[in-house]
């Protein structure tokens, strides 16, 4: 699996859109994005994942780069209860596990 | 529609005694993993089954440490001895595999291991 660099930690107004980065230079055609976040004491909990196209669900976008070396996790409209690590990870079409990172902790200010 | 349940949800325990978490998974996935977080080394993949078989153990410290999925809807970790370098939060997840890839991960809300 391609190796994924995030930020540490990232710092988001209130009501402001949270844009996280991810770097993943070394990903091949056939790997998915995958995007988990992991509230506090809490289980890690599915975002989104893409492979080429950009992605929009009820809780987030990705954008991917059309070269795929890197993407974007976008929160429109950020709330407190965002506040928690985000994990970019990439995976291999035919994979079996996910492999997590220390991913980005996002903190939401009022 | 419950999710993944695992139990117990705390265990504080003393060095050298047996240690067994439990997990159940979602009804109708066909994948479960067992992944432990700790501070220092983050969340780690031990262990996961598909159909109930284990495919990748690679993940388990040491022979202290197994795993069991007699069936599709319960799953066991064991650790005997325990130490209290295992003290951490295990994670029980399942999933709908396909062939697309590792599907969707369910979490649990984790059992926090307390080894004396």
């Known amino acids: 699996d391609a190796k994924t660099t995030q930020p540490p930690s990232m710092d988001c107004a209130e009501g402001r859109a949270a844009n996280l980065p991810c770097n993943h230079s070394?990903?091949?055609?056939?790997?998915?994005v995958y995007w988990y976040r992991q509230i506090h004491s809490q289980g890690p909990q599915y975002i989104i994942h893409?492979?080429?196209n950009n992605e929009t669900n009820e809780m987030a976008s990705l954008i991917i780069t059309e070269d795929r070396k890197s993407s974007t996790l976008i929160l429109p409209h950020a709330t407190l209860r965002d506040t928690a690590v985000y994990y970019c990870i990439v995976t291999f079409q035919g994979a079996q596990k996910l492999v997590f990172g220390q991913g980005t902790r996002l903190t939401i200010n009022p | 529609d419950a999710g993944v349940i695992q139990s117990p949800r705390h265990e504080v325990t003393e060095m050298g005694q047996e240690v067994t978490l439990r997990c159940k998974p979602i009804?109708?996935?066909?994948?479960l993993f067992w992944y432990r977080q700790t501070m220092m080394r983050g969340l780690e993949l031990l262990i996961y089954f598909n159909n109930n078989v284990p495919i990748d153990d690679s993940g388990m410290p040491e022979d202290r440490f197994s795993a069991k999925m007699p069936n599709a809807s319960f799953s066991t970790l064991k650790i005997q001895p325990s130490e209290p370098r295992d003290s951490a939060v295990y994670f029980c997840?399942?999933?709908?595999?396909?062939?697309?890839?590792?599907?969707?991960?369910?979490f649990g809300e984790g059992s926090r291991l307390t080894v004396l």
């Open positions: 893409g492979l080429k």
């Open positions: 009804s109708g996935h066909n994948s």
């Open positions: 997840a399942s999933s709908r595999r396909t062939s697309g890839g590792p599907g969707e991960l369910f």
């Open positions: 070394t990903i091949s055609g056939n790997e998915y």
